[in-house]
């Protein structure tokens, strides 16, 4: 055999060897783009399943108020206190919101629009919530314990009856002894049936008649019950209250629900009970302040009444009616002086009582001071300030623990007030009372005059003097009353509203198209990411580039899949995409064997059904039709399949000849194709693996390389034997097969560990069973190409790539 060694190098474009970990985005952008027709199926999809959700969807409305909260005016108490550092100023926005969200006020609101019935009308995917006039009325005695949560269906059948019966019967006992606590309903004592309109439907859990307003024969209608602690909770934690902005004192009220005008007619009346509530914690003191001066003027008018009617009767005895000059004097002056020690009494006893509410604690209301003639502006400022105290202490109890920070802070505030107001009720009781006793004192001077009166003018003098005492005090304290009840119709709340409630022009839910962009966004990632984990968790050779990554050898070509029928695609179809590729394969043979014109070959591969004996055959006949005389060895003596390939009988070939002493060129046989020979593997041997290590079998592949130009040797798979990695050293060439989607990624670690440990020389990786949709240039001439080689195939395949499509 004539050895010589080729000066030319080889390509780098046909060997180029990829060995880098880099991100392929082109090839990650194809392998998506292969499966757009699913991708764009499943985008549509995601659309349509978007509409049918905004389509059938219950619109959900956003209901909007505002609210302006006013700071409350700082009046002497309060600056006295805070520039002394006893109070802190605080805000009362985060109080107010508290107090909008109130339980007591939800419940309130619920109790004042009565819907504890809620009313639903069937639609074409279920009930909807209605609102409003119904044609037939529910009545409930919510005093009595009541059937809860479950679904009533009421069927007119004429104008005097009705059917009952049950859709969901998740019923639970409502008890208004213990509203805050109810129990499953196990067993229904309410019967489905025909019941008349108007008459009480009485059990043990439940009371409620139906009046029919307007509902003809057949009509349906739904209703569920509600129980106001529940309704009125579910209100409160949907309610949202917050400032417009930080610095901003108008609160914005935000309800969503599925029923506009209930939303704003909630909104409405919520914002009602909040104004009223504040209107009558302002009027409860000038009630109390009224209240305190009918009290006084119960015991004035029995003392009026009384000396009056002496007065008349005294003059009509006496035959006296007027007083003499110097007696007139006298009365005057006594008069003033009883007139000035009433006044001052009333004041004293009003610190009196004052101070017992300071000792007993009491939570009654206060009356202003100035009400009742007291002129003292800190006094009145104290007791304004703790009565505002004391009422924002209730409204902030009603909603917060007494562990709050703003429940305790305002606890301190009346603490403080209220020590600063004992105080200075302490001083002026005891400056009232001093004066008290020197008004007595001046009385008791001019008793002294009027001692030398007339007796009947003395007595005339003193009950002329009761009597317009009592009358003077009657006449002021008709006076404070008229101001009282003038301050009590002239109050108003110091909020407001800005704005009632109203919803939007558009619903928030669903939202038509955030939904329609992530119905298709959905259609987008779904199959994306289906593709990306079945690439994950895929432990099978997808692509040439796949395989190149991976392989620390050349890859030095791709054959296509064969699907004709064929085990040899190179003679039954020449003008085939599969020839073509072994066509190509032939030429880089030139450039991978160190002599040109005798090489030999090998084809092995990780396990059984990759294709080299496929491989093999075809690329011998590649090099048979270019004139090579070539030699196929059948090296598989465990299982052969070269002889079905060719049609012939196995017989006789390698173990016959390395078994005995048969030349191996008797076992060679004539195929139907010129220059094309076969050796075949022959009858399978017992020992396979010694049967190739004989020293026999060296001197007949010498005496074949010095016959044949081009030697295949078809051997077994390298990573199921043995025998196949002593036969390397007979090659030229070494040819590893994968196959796309059947080898596994991991055997590519045998032919690297062959490479850099097993010392195997001229090793290169080829693929096999490449599907046309995943072909691409690089090798050869690739799949496709338009230069008439192969229009059969062209038009197969466009029919079959537009049929997958």
Not at 341 to 349: A, G, V, W, Y
Request: hydrophobic fraction near 35%.
């Amino acid at each position: 055999m004539s050895n010589f060694q080729s000066n030319q190098s080889p390509p780098p474009p046909v060997f180029q060897f990829n060995q880098d970990n880099t991100f392929d985005l082109k090839n990650i952008i194809f392998r998506y783009l292969r499966n757009w027709p699913w991708i764009l199926f499943s985008m549509i999809l995601g659309v349509i399943a978007a509409f049918l959700v905004n389509r059938y969807s219950t619109p959900t409305w956003s209901v909007e108020g505002t609210v302006l909260v006013k700071e409350a005016e700082n009046n002497l108490g309060t600056d006295l206190f805070e520039t002394s550092g006893l109070l802190k100023s605080n805000s009362n926005i985060e109080n107010e919101i508290g107090i909008l969200k109130s339980y007591t006020l939800a419940e309130e609101v619920v109790e004042g629009l009565n819907i504890n019935i809620q009313a639903y009308q069937e639609g074409l995917l279920g009930l909807t919530r209605q609102y409003g006039a119904h044609s037939m009325m529910v009545e409930v005695d919510w005093k009595h314990p009541q059937m809860v949560e479950g679904m009533f269906r009421l069927i007119a059948k004429d104008n005097s009856s009705f059917e009952l019966s049950f859709i969901e019967e998740t019923f639970q006992v409502y008890n208004p002894a213990d509203p805050f606590y109810k129990t499953d309903l196990e067993v229904i004592g309410l019967k489905e049936g025909t019941y008349p309109y108007d008459q009480w439907i009485e059990g043990g859990n439940f009371k409620f008649r139906v009046k029919n307003v307007s509902a003809m024969a057949g009509e349906s209608f739904f209703f569920q019950l509600q129980d106001t602690p529940s309704l009125a909770k579910q209100y409160k934690s949907e309610l949202v209250v917050s400032p417009i902005n930080k610095e901003a004192s108008i609160l914005s009220l935000k309800l969503e629900t599925p029923v506009r005008r209930l939303g704003e007619d909630y909104l409405n009346k919520l914002m009602e009970v909040y104004l009223k509530r504040e209107l009558d914690e302002k009027n409860r003191t000038s009630d109390n302040t009224v209240r305190f001066i009918e009290n006084q003027l119960s015991g004035i008018t029995d003392s009026l009444t009384f000396f009056e009617d002496r007065l008349e009767q005294y003059r009509t005895q006496n035959k006296v009616f007027n007083l003499s000059e110097e007696g007139n004097q006298i009365f005057e002056r006594m008069q003033e002086l009883e007139t000035e020690r009433s006044q001052t009494e009333i004041n004293l006893k009003y610190y009196q009582t004052l101070q017992n509410y300071l000792d007993n604690n009491s939570e009654e209301d206060l009356v202003v001071p100035s009400v009742i003639g007291i002129s003292d502006p800190l006094l009145n400022s104290l007791v304004m300030n703790l009565g505002e105290l004391q009422s924002e202490r209730v409204r902030l109890s009603a909603n917060f623990s007494d562990q709050t920070p703003a429940v305790r802070e305002i606890k301190s505030k009346i603490a403080n007030t209220k020590k600063a107001l004992r105080e200075n009720v302490n001083s002026a009781i005891r400056n009232t009372q001093s004066l008290v006793d020197e008004i007595k004192g001046n009385i008791r001077q001019i008793d002294q005059q009027i001692n030398t009166l007339p007796e009947t003018e003395r007595r005339l003098l003193g009950i002329q003097r009761k009597f317009n005492i009592n009358e003077n005090i009657y006449v002021y304290l008709l006076e404070k009353r008229a101001e009282a009840e003038i301050t009590r119709a002239s109050n108003a709340p110091k909020n407001s509203v800005l704005d009632w409630a109203k919803a939007g022009n558009l619903p928030v839910s669903p939202k038509t198209k955030v939904n329609l962009l992530l119905g298709l966004l959905m259609g987008f990632l779904v199959p994306v990411a289906f593709i990306y984990i079945k690439d994950f968790f895929n432990v099978k050779i997808e692509d040439v580039k796949e395989l190149e990554k991976l392989a620390k050898v050349p890859v030095v070509a791709k054959i296509g899949r064969a699907n004709y029928g064929y085990a040899n695609p190179v003679l039954d179809k020449p003008k085939s995409p599969v020839t073509e590729s072994f066509r190509s394969l032939r030429a880089d043979m030139t450039y991978l064997s160190p002599n040109k014109k005798y090489m030999t070959i090998l084809f092995t591969s990780t396990i059984s059904g990759e294709g080299k004996t496929f491989c093999a055959v075809n690329t011998a006949s590649a090099f048979a039709l270019k004139g090579k005389k070539t030699l196929l060895m059948g090296l598989d003596l465990r299982k052969p399949k070269i002889a079905d390939d060719f049609k012939l009988i196995n017989d006789r070939g390698v173990s016959t000849c390395l078994s005995s002493d048969v030349s191996w060129k008797n076992v060679v046989q004539k195929t139907k194709t010129e220059h094309l020979d076969v050796m075949l593997s022959g009858p399978i041997p017992p020992n396979p693996a010694e049967i190739l290590l004989q020293e026999k079998f060296n001197e007949i592949m010498m005496e074949i390389k010095e016959q044949y130009e081009v030697v295949i040797m078809d051997c077994p798979p390298v990573g199921l034997v043995s025998e196949t990695k002593e036969l390397f050293r007979f090659a030229d060439i070494n040819i590893f097969v994968f196959r796309q989607e059947y080898s596994r990624k991991e055997n590519v670690d045998l032919l690297n560990d062959l490479h850099e440990r097993g010392g195997v020389k001229k090793l290169y990786g080829l693929l096999n069973d490449v599907h046309i949709k995943n072909a691409s240039y690089g090798y050869g001439y690739g799949y496709g190409g338009g230069y008439g080689y192969h229009e059969e195939e062209q038009v197969s395949w466009w029919k079959k790539l537009l049929g997958k499509a």
